[in-house]
């Protein structure tokens, strides 16, 4: 009986998740092809002008952009049925390319380019994972610039917060959007350590932890004594000696010295 219950429960669930799937709105540039069941004389490839218009045969100009594909459907079926053309039309439209709502997505992510927003409310996380994600050189922040309501906007929007808090900082996307992904903030250590040269700053790193990723100090060299420099606000040079518990800075410099003994 259990059983029974839990498959009439996912049996009525699947046409509920369907219905909350969004659909693709058409925007000018989308090349469509659109076909009559049974009419193979109507059948038509075109594309979304820029006023957001179609041409098709016996109706002439058609406005579809902004629409989702069911309800441009229901518009020409019902203007050739109107029209007299076709008694009971059934109508269908298939993207064949969609130029006109993309996402640019730049900088430090595995596959940049531009992306299309084939489903509404695609949001930021989507188009993320549809670039590869993040690359290792890429920040734990993401630029998202773009036009709200005829205005521009500019946010940078954590990573780690995004996939954590959920949808309240994963909010949908926009044709013409970019998001940015810049490289991410490097410290330096080199002189008696066993992998020297340029690391990622991960976020609240301490030198201990920054002389473990150059792991370790070598047979040679001794934690007393090591020496930071770092370029202060007004881009003097600084040097100083370090706590272990103490917290680096971007392009901070640690040396690690010979041992005298």
């Keep these: ?15 509920l998740t369907a219905a909350e799937t969004p659909e693709y709105v058409l925007t000018p540039g989308d090349i469509i092809r659109i076909t009559v069941y049974q009419n193979p004389d109507l059948t038509t490839e075109t594309r979304v002008s820029e006023s957001g218009t179609i041409t098709f045969p016996l109706l002439g100009s058609v406005r579809i952009a ?29 993207p ?10 730049l900088g430090q992510v595995n596959r940049p380019g531009r992306y299309p927003l084939e489903l509404a409310n695609t949001r930021i996380s989507d188009i993320l994972a549809t670039a590869g994600g993040i ?18 906007i500019r946010k940078n929007i954590d990573v780690n917060a995004l996939f954590v808090d959920g949808t309240e900082l994963d909010e949908p996307v926009s044709s013409g959007d970019t998001l940015f992904v810049e490289r991410a903030q490097v410290f330096y250590i080199y002189g ?12 609240n790193m301490s030198v201990m932890q920054a002389l473990a990723t150059g792991g370790g100090v070598t047979a040679r060299g001794t ?11 007004n881009g003097k040079l600084q040097e100083f ?9 971007a392009n901070d410099v640690i040396y690690v010295r010979e041992s005298i003994f």
Excluded: C, Y
């Design 135 to 152: 690359s290792p050189l890429g920040a734990d922040t993401i630029v998202l610039s773009g036009t709200r309501n005829g205005r521009p």
């Design 241 to 249: 000696e370090p706590k272990l518990e103490d917290l680096l800075q």
């Design 96 to 105: 064949m390319q969609i130029r006109g709502s993309q996402v640019a997505v």
């Design 66 to 94: 902004t629409l989702s594909v069911s309800q441009a459907e229901k518009i020409i079926a019902t203007r050739l049925r109107d029209g007299n053309f076709v008694q009971q039309p059934q109508v269908i439209i298939l």
């Design 192 to 203: 008696q350590v066993n992998r020297p040269g340029a690391f990622r700053l991960e976020r």
């Design 1 to 15: 009986m259990r059983k029974l219950i839990t498959l009439l429960l996912l049996l009525f669930s699947l046409p």
């Design 223 to 233: 934690e007393r004594g090591l020496r930071v420099h770092r370029r202060s606000d």
